[in-house]
């Protein structure tokens, strides 16, 4: 019906006094990986707690401007119901230290009543796994804590929960920022295989994991968007300095 | 300056350089069709012949020098076009310097009598071709395509001349030795040309 | 050079070790001192060290300190749940939400409340509960036990509250948990380390309490008894009255109390080490 899945126009952010989004206007497409990519400060990571209204946590925030997000305006939603439709994954994975590797994934899938019995639980955990490109490594094992798996299996097991839920928009949070390369890849390759089923919104600030990984690309700088478009023509004809300067690592 | 763009600036000069070369086997190729005298024939072949395999050499060394760059610097955006038109350049340049082998090929093939220099024309003609060459070359030195007007306006004469050359081999069913010859060099000098005019394409597609 | 700087190395550890036995011993100290003496009481009296009623000034046999121990369990049961379960709502309430009104008075009626001299607290029950009940009483006991003890427990609860990483309530928040579920399901079961040794905290200073006693429980040690509004005996109390009396049996009783007490804490602290698991973050 809708393909948008996220739409923001003039939006304006504050946390106390200082004025972080500034005027952003952006359309995220349904079905696709739309990357946002700019240096550390830029205002990315705000943007995406918008996304989820988890900005309310923050004290002192204040969101304004018009955000629709799956088709709803989220000022006049109910931020657990809009939650249950978006899996978050943060930058220092944070999979829940007092639960087993299957409840982790479980408590997910049960909150939204994704599952309604031990079979569907086990059905779910299992794709959920399988889709974050986890379960080989822990299917025999899917009772041990997380503080028994190296830090990339974790952040593959923050995916996996987030994907439990069977959400239709996925936010990563710099999600290889902490993890060494090889897993960092089987994350990236794990994102780019969800796209038929999510919509992927990735914030980074290495431009040649935006090349691997987008379909679309935002730049930030300083809270503004930079530059929008579509992934090929941005990262080989942008059209400001800036980008190009970010292309080049000089900022 | 980052290293990327210090690297690039290197890479571009060794193009440079690789184009003071392309000029200098033109002019030798040119003397063919002027100078009568056979004894400098055998040298000047010889010259084309080793300028022509030095540059080779040095066009693959180059291709390998700008793909580590690529590997390396791992260049976005501009650098990336501009990457990918220094290979595409570098290419160009050669084939001009093969064509220009071709010709003197042909050259010392001829009967003594009947070498290039007795050609109608083919001096005019390929000092035309040159003309473009050297607007591309100096285009690439300014890394600027403001001379692809001349370029554009020679290759359409060039086209011209080398057409009607083949509609006179065509429509006769026998055809003089001096027009045949003509043909196969006029078909040299016309790719030539053509490459001068690739150059200034890739110089156009680096915003 | 470098053996002059590896001897001021070794100098400098031994000077630490030095100073931390110095700081260490007098508890070591205390503990054997209490436990020679006191165990030789209990091991002297057996199970009658439970079950009696305290011995008369000169008697030969060492009697029991039933009254105080059931007293104490008394108070201790009354006054318990009760401070923990206001202290551990408050400390969520102040995690919660921690700029609002409510949160800030409770804060400053905490740290105020603790900086009060226990021995006025129970002055202040005296004239609140036991004048106009007319008597001493357990349940004045346990009211001054919780007033305070209640800072203490609600300290212990928020610092250990505060201390879970605020990235698991983010991720909570992100699957869509509401806030209580948060609190209930996250929050408390990441902490519980923190949340029992809380608990044991504030159940060692109730246990330990003997000012907030002086006017308000009653000392009665002539029976046990087990309603809440009759006068009782406590522990502490008794260690107090007995250490001071001129009598050498009682001195020796008030020795087996002070082991009792020492034992309980240790076998509380070690059950708790072993019982609740660490979460590893």
């Not at chain 1, 995220?28 to 988890?54: A, E, H, Q, Y």
């Not at chain 1, 204040?62 to 629709?68: F, W």
């Not at chain 2, 093969?98 to 003609?125: F, G, H, V, W």
């Not at chain 3, 002055?123 to 007319?134: E, G, N, R």
């Amino acid at each position: 019906m809708n393909l948008l899945a996220v739409e923001m126009k003039n939006v304006n952010v504050y946390i106390g006094d200082r004025h972080i989004l500034k005027d952003v206007t952006l359309k995220i497409f349904n079905n696709t990986v739309f990357v946002i990519m700019g240096p550390s400060g830029s205002g990315k990571t705000t943007l995406l707690r918008v996304i989820n209204r988890l900005i309310d946590l923050i004290e002192g925030a204040r969101v304004e401007g018009y955000v629709k997000v799956l088709g709803f305006d989220i000022m006049k939603s109910d931020p657990y119901e809009l939650r249950k439709n978006i899996g978050m994954v943060f930058q220092i994975p944070n999979p829940f230290p007092h639960l087993t590797i299957y409840e982790n994934i479980a408590i997910a899938a049960r909150i939204n009543g994704v599952a309604k019995d031990k079979k569907e639980l086990d059905n779910i955990v299992r794709w959920a796994l399988e889709k974050a490109m986890l379960w080989d490594e822990v299917r025999n094992r899917l009772h041990d804590y997380p503080h028994q798996l190296s830090g990339g299996q974790r952040q593959r097991l923050c995916l996996a929960r987030a994907l439990a839920m069977k959400p239709k928009l996925l936010l990563l949070d710099e999600p290889t920022a902490n993890i060494d390369p090889v897993n960092a890849r089987k994350l990236e390759e794990a994102i780019v295989s969800l796209k038929d089923e999510v919509t992927v919104i990735m914030v980074t600030h290495s431009p040649y994991q935006a090349a691997r990984v987008a379909d679309y690309v935002a730049v930030f700088y300083d809270g503004k968007v930079v530059e929008q478009g579509p992934a090929q023509q941005l990262f080989l004809r942008p059209s400001t300095e800036i980008t190009q300067k970010l292309l080049r690592g000089e900022i | 300056m980052s290293l990327t763009v210090t690297e690039l600036e290197r890479l571009k000069s060794i193009l440079i350089h690789m184009a003071k070369n392309i000029e200098n086997i033109l002019y030798t190729t040119k003397k063919l069709m002027e100078v009568n005298n056979d004894s400098e024939r055998e040298k000047t072949w010889q010259e084309i012949e080793n300028t022509s395999v030095n540059l080779e050499t040095i066009r693959r060394e180059f291709v390998n020098e700008v793909l580590i760059f690529i590997a390396r610097r791992q260049p976005l955006g501009r650098e990336l076009l501009l990457a990918n038109a220094l290979i595409s350049i570098a290419y160009d340049m050669y084939r001009i310097s093969r064509y220009c082998r071709e010709i003197a090929r042909i050259d010392s093939m001829l009967p003594l009598s009947s070498k290039l220099n007795t050609i109608r024309n083919l001096q005019t003609i390929f000092e035309e071709a040159i003309k473009a060459v050297e607007a591309s070359l100096n285009d690439l030195i300014d890394f600027t395509p403001k001379r692809s007007n001349i370029v554009k306006e020679i290759d359409n004469n060039i086209d011209e001349i080398y057409r009607e050359i083949i509609q006179e081999v065509t429509t006769n069913s026998v055809v003089p030795r001096e027009k045949a010859v003509k043909a196969l060099i006029m078909r040299h000098i016309e790719r030539i040309v053509d490459h001068a005019q690739y150059i200034e394409q890739y110089l156009s597609s680096i915003p | 050079m470098y053996n002059w700087r590896k001897l001021i190395d070794k100098l400098f550890t031994y000077i630490v070790i030095a100073v931390s036995i110095v700081a260490i011993s007098p508890v070591i100290h205390l503990i054997i001192t209490v436990l020679l003496n006191g165990t030789m009481v209990i091991v002297k009296t057996g199970i009658n060290f439970f079950i009696s009623l305290p011995p008369t000034p000169f008697s030969k046999d060492f009697g029991g300190i039933a009254p105080a121990i059931v007293g104490s369990l008394l108070m201790t049961f009354i006054s318990l749940p009760i401070t923990i379960v206001l202290g551990l709502f408050a400390a969520i309430l102040t995690t919660e939400f921690p700029k609002n009104t409510i949160s800030i008075v409770i804060d400053t009626i905490a740290k105020s409340l603790a900086s009060i001299p226990t021995i006025a607290v129970s002055m202040i029950v005296y004239t609140i509960i036991v004048v106009p009940m007319k008597s001493f009483s357990a349940l004045a006991g346990s009211i001054a036990l919780t007033i305070v003890s209640l800072p203490y427990a609600y300290t212990y609860f928020s610092t250990t509250l505060r201390s879970v990483p605020f990235t698991y309530r983010e991720a909570a928040f992100s699957i869509a948990m509401s806030r209580w579920s948060t609190v209930l399901k996250i929050l408390i079961p990441v902490a519980r380390r923190g949340i029992a040794t809380a608990i044991l905290m504030t159940l060692a200073r109730i246990l330990g309490e003997t000012a907030a006693l002086l006017f308000t429980a009653g000392r009665f040690r002539n029976g046990v008894t087990i309603s809440p509004l009759a006068p009782a005996d406590a522990i502490p109390l008794l260690i107090f009255d007995f250490v001071l009396s001129p009598y050498e049996i009682w001195r020796q009783v008030a020795w087996g109390a002070s082991a009792l007490l020492l034992l309980s804490y240790m076998i509380i602290f070690f059950a708790v080490k072993f019982l609740v698991k660490e979460v590893k973050l």
